[in-house]
């Protein structure tokens, strides 16, 4: 089974990159994996949330081109 971009966070093995990030109480932010495994700011670790990757802009605009052919 595939672990969870959460799951890969708590385990010190996500990728190095930006993602969508649910913190309590809050709206989803984008964060740097290298801030989170680094930052003190990040004290309930517990209730974090990784949502998903930020992608590149060469990605979003695929995305987007593929919509439009839809």
Not at 30 to 42: E, F, P
């Amino acid at each position: 089974m595939t672990k969870t971009l959460t799951e890969q966070w708590r385990e010190g093995t996500l990728d190095f990159g930006y993602y969508y990030v649910k913190l309590p109480n809050e709206r989803p932010q984008i964060y740097h994996s290298g801030y989170l495994k680094s930052s003190t700011a990040v004290k309930d670790a517990g209730r974090i949330e990784i949502i998903a990757p930020v992608p590149s802009y060469d990605e979003w605009k695929q995305a987007k081109e593929n919509l439009k052919i839809m």
